[in-house]
């Protein structure tokens, strides 16, 4: 079975600097998809970046950009000159690409404080 | 479109009682999940449908735990009778298959319904 495993989790980081989330993930399917997903204190949760494994490029989204390792099975987010905006808890999250088992699976989070 | 649509927001019910969750995916998606999140356990996945039928309910705790796509505009998660214990954030999510293509893959999460029974 797919696990998703955030081992982090709690981080901080002074606002205008870089912060690394991590992620790894246990799979033996060779397509898949990747997400982070952000859960700020409203509770929405929010698409915030994507990754198709048979990419190799790494997908990029304005502040934040993701170190995909598809040998090691790890998928981390990298958030630059971090806004007090960006406090919320994480999740990074995995789809199977094909068949009918269309759900995805969590991680348990990772809660991001932003310190002014 | 408006998105997903869950109600009520936020419910406070009395142990026993019959609580029922309602959820409206985006129109024309294939795809509806139920997910539960505590701080304890995190997202858990209870149920998911493909176009209205359930594929996978191995999450639903136990029997008082219920849930029903009757059509492609509308499911409802009912919790009868309700215990403590099932005090949580219910999602309802919707998304197309894989097949559709990117930038489908994700979901689109509704905003969550609080309950919380006493």
């Known amino acids: 079975a797919q696990t998703v495993t955030q081992s982090q989790p709690e981080m901080s980081v002074q606002e205008a600097e870089t912060v690394t989330l991590s992620c790894t993930y246990d799979t033996s399917e060779s397509d898949y998809y990747l997400f982070w997903y952000k859960q700020p204190p409203s509770r929405q949760m929010i698409l915030v970046i994507r990754?198709?494994?048979?990419?190799?490029q790494n997908a990029t989204e304005n502040r934040f950009s993701v170190n995909f390792q598809k040998a090691a099975k790890s998928f981390s987010l990298k958030i630059s000159d971090s806004q007090l905006g960006d406090a919320a808890m994480y999740f990074c999250a995995y789809r199977k690409g094909r068949g009918r088992d269309d759900k995805i699976i969590f991680g348990k989070g990772t809660r991001l404080h932003i310190l002014p | 479109d408006a998105g997903v649509i869950q109600s009520p927001r936020h419910e406070v019910t009395e142990m026993g009682q019959e609580v029922t969750l309602r959820c409206k995916p985006i129109s024309g998606h294939d795809y509806l999940f139920w997910y539960r999140q505590t701080m304890m356990r995190g997202l858990e996945l209870l149920i998911y449908?493909?176009?209205?039928?359930?594929?996978?309910d191995s999450g639903m705790p136990e029997d008082r735990f219920s849930a029903k796509m009757p059509n492609a505009s509308f499911s409802t998660l009912k919790i009868q009778p309700s215990e403590p214990r099932d005090s949580a954030v219910y999602f309802c999510a919707s998304s197309f298959k894989w097949d559709r293509g990117p930038p489908n893959y994700g979901y689109t999460f509704g905003s969550g319904t609080r309950l919380t029974v006493v």
């Open positions: 449908f493909n176009n209205n039928v359930p594929i996978d």
């Open positions: 990754q198709e494994a048979y990419k190799q």
